[in-house]
């Protein structure tokens, strides 16, 4: 991401004489890690602004050979599979009624999304967008603006999935989630792909 939204990353070496991992020399960035619960508003409003330049990053370079989904509507039929695959290891040990518990927010999960596939924002033909895919306060150095690091989960997705990551697991409240959303307004290029956000 050109240093924009994240270090600038210098060099790559899958193998290296001082290493024999892959290795990676980042640039150097001053800032602090803060609970996003602490944040002002006008950061938050900044934070929203970063997010909305990497979400409209192009992505034609990312795709991969054989892409699973092309579209918010196959990303999230493949989500569901995932999650859906993964009940196989909701076994003992784990508690019976925890068990039951999660095996129905699945089912809801299933229901839910069948549900959605008939409404505007499913239909659209809306591309995947590049997401950071973990973004919490120890993923954000807080310097002049927000800076993102830890990109491991990154992936192509809908950055909808990202943003109610980011404002389900940092506990935003509404004048946060205000904040956020004036920063992803005033940099997202396109309001068509908003409204479907």
């Known amino acids: 991401v050109g240093g924009v939204a994240a270090p600038v990353l210098y060099d790559f070496r ?3 004489r001082w290493f024999d991992t892959p290795a990676m020399c980042m640039q150097f ?9 602490s944040v002002e508003a006008t950061e938050i409003e900044r934070l929203g602004s970063v997010v909305a330049w990497v979400h409209e990053q192009l992505i034609e370079d990312l795709v991969e050979r054989n892409p699973t989904a092309s579209d918010v509507a196959s990303n999230a039929q493949g989500r569901l599979e995932s999650i859906m695959s993964e009940l196989a290891w909701v076994r003992d040990p784990l508690p019976d009624p925890i068990q039951a518990r999660l095996r129905g927010i699945a089912t809801s999960l299933q229901r839910s999304l069948q549900w959605l596939r008939d409404t505007e924002s499913f239909k659209t033909d809306e591309t995947l967008a590049l997401l950071h895919g973990d973004i919490g306060p120890g993923n954000i150095l807080w310097g002049p603006d927000p800076v993102l690091i830890d990109w491991e989960y990154t992936r192509l997705g809908d950055p909808a999935d990202e943003i109610a990551y980011l404002f389900d697991q940092n506990g935003l409240i509404a004048p946060q989630r205000d904040a956020f959303w004036r920063g992803y307004r005033e940099t997202m290029s396109s309001p068509s792909r908003l409204t479907h956000i």
């Open 29 to 37: 960035v001053a800032g602090r890690q803060r609970e996003l619960i």
């Open 14 to 16: 899958c193998t290296g």
